[in-house]
């Protein structure tokens, strides 16, 4: 069925890394941008990054611009978020999330939990 | 990019209406008409409700109506049921393929 299924969650000391995966499948993968998003226990959703449907063009938040590569391989219908230089406030869930036409996003996966701490 | 601003909390009888605010600026929610909405139940995904302001993906139900105004969206779920309790979050596109969502608001059901 039509689904995504993140992993490679984890605990990670704080300037760790960590790869997350995002596996596609019931649709098109290649026909759809792609996007991160986390967030923390207890709080509100946050946008991560982005990446369009052939990975040639790719956005990121402030908040983890310079620490954090968004990656896909069509062929494997897969997303990857690399973090690296990790810091306690992105200890969150997670999600990847299938873009739409209409910029908004319609399909989230379960999410995988990051955990920063010493 | 700052988190657009809704109320935390909100609450309502069954059967009864209730409004979310979305408050944004000029540089999302005031220069697009793509505000959606979604709905997370406590450990699940987020499940979107609204999309382009006032539209409804299929399969959700036409109890759940948008609208915007100036920077300002709103969601509201009329005739309450108590499987509307969850969290509600908009999210505004802010250019360049970036967006914004908003702070979260938890609806009560009476």
């Known amino acids: 069925q039509v689904q995504l299924v993140e992993s490679g969650g984890g605990l990670v000391k704080p300037g760790g890394s960590l790869r997350l995966s995002c596996a596609a499948s019931g649709f098109t993968f290649s026909d759809y941008y792609m996007s991160w998003i986390r967030q923390a226990p207890g709080k509100g959703l946050e946008w991560v990054s982005y990446?369009?449907?052939?990975?040639?063009?790719?956005y990121y938040a402030d908040s983890v611009k310079g620490r954090f590569t968004i990656s896909r391989d069509n062929a494997k219908n897969s997303l990857y978020l690399q973090m690296n230089s990790l810091r306690a406030e992105d200890t969150a869930v997670y999600y990847c999330?299938?873009?739409?036409?209409?910029?908004?996003?319609?399909?989230w996966g379960r999410g995988t939990l990051v955990t920063v701490s010493s | 990019q700052s988190a657009l601003t809704q109320p935390a909390s909100v609450s309502g009888s069954p059967g009864q209406s209730i409004t979310i605010s979305c408050t944004g600026t000029?540089?999302?929610?005031?220069?697009?008409?793509?505000v959606s909405w979604y709905q997370q139940h406590p450990g699940k995904a987020p499940k979107l409700m609204i999309y382009?302001?006032?539209k409804r993906p299929s399969g959700v139900s036409n109890r759940f109506s948008g609208s915007k105004s100036g920077n300002t969206a709103s969601l509201t779920i009329s005739g309450l049921q108590a499987e509307d309790e969850a969290d509600y979050y908009c999210?505004?596109?802010?250019?360049?393929?970036?967006?914004?969502f908003g702070t979260g608001t938890k609806v009560t059901v009476l």
């Open positions: 999330a299938r873009g739409s036409v209409v910029l908004c996003f319609d399909l």
């Open positions: 382009e302001v006032s």
């Open positions: 999210c505004s596109y802010a250019g360049s393929s970036t967006w914004v």
């Open positions: 000029s540089s999302d929610v005031g220069s697009y008409n793509l």
């Open positions: 990446i369009s449907s052939s990975g040639s063009t790719i």
